[in-house]
């Protein structure tokens, strides 16, 4: 038996929208290009423009890493096959499974990071893994300093699993399981 593990809908929910950040000390966030532009859909080119991203509250757990930190996370949605599951999730209970390299496990354990909470009212969201952008500069609403990355990843729910080299998850993004990889430029062979 299949058994899917589903968020709820936006209007299910109140959202909570965050940044994460190595900085304690940000009191604006400012519109800026991304780092290195990512190919987008016509008519979506300006999503490499200046923005202010935010994440919900829901998928947060992708954000709850060293900043550089290369990571690939994954969960089942409504459109993942049951051949999928199985092979991929089986009978996990977490609602995320995360994969980090070896070399960024004391980072992880000791790094402290800042999560902020931004007004909804001033962003948009991409309906894409819980992302929202806004144009314009936005004042947080609050910060607060995580200091147990670990601990925090427990809380959300999430498996973490710790790799010599994550070159081999890159089959997952062939299956129908929502797959994320962040700052995979810094993964040893990637």
Same mark, same amino acid.
């Given at each position: ?30 519109? #800026?290009?991304?780092?290195? =532009?990512?190919? +987008?859909?016509?008519?979506? *080119?300006?999503?490499?423009?200046? %923005?202010?991203? $935010? ?51 004391? #980072?992880?354990?000791?790094? =402290?990071?800042? +999560?902020?909470?931004?007004? *909804?009212?001033?962003?948009?969201? %991409?309906?894409? $893994? ?61």
């Amino acid at each position: 038996m299949v058994v899917l593990i589903c968020w709820p809908k936006y209007s299910e929910i109140d959202v909570k929208l965050f940044h994460f950040s190595d900085d304690p000390n940000i009191e604006v966030f400012t519109p #800026r290009p991304v780092r290195i =532009p990512a190919e +987008r859909p016509a008519g979506r *080119e300006w999503l490499n423009g200046p %923005l202010v991203w $935010a994440i919900d509250e829901l998928h947060q757990p992708m954000y709850l890493f060293p900043r550089d930190c290369p990571r690939v996370l994954y969960w089942p949605t409504s459109a993942t096959t049951p051949d999928d599951y199985e092979r991929w999730w089986g009978e996990r209970s977490c609602r995320v499974v995360a994969h980090i390299e070896w070399s960024w496990l004391d #980072r992880l354990r000791t790094e =402290p990071l800042h +999560r902020y909470e931004l007004p *909804e009212a001033e962003f948009m969201s %991409l309906q894409d $893994a819980g992302m929202w952008v806004s144009q314009a500069a936005v004042a947080p609403v609050k910060v607060e300093t995580l200091s147990d990355l670990m601990a925090e990843l427990r809380v959300q729910d999430v498996e973490l699993r710790v790799m010599e080299s994550l070159v081999v998850l890159k089959e997952l993004w062939k299956t129908s399981l929502h797959v994320s990889g962040i700052r995979l430029r810094n993964a040893s062979g990637w």
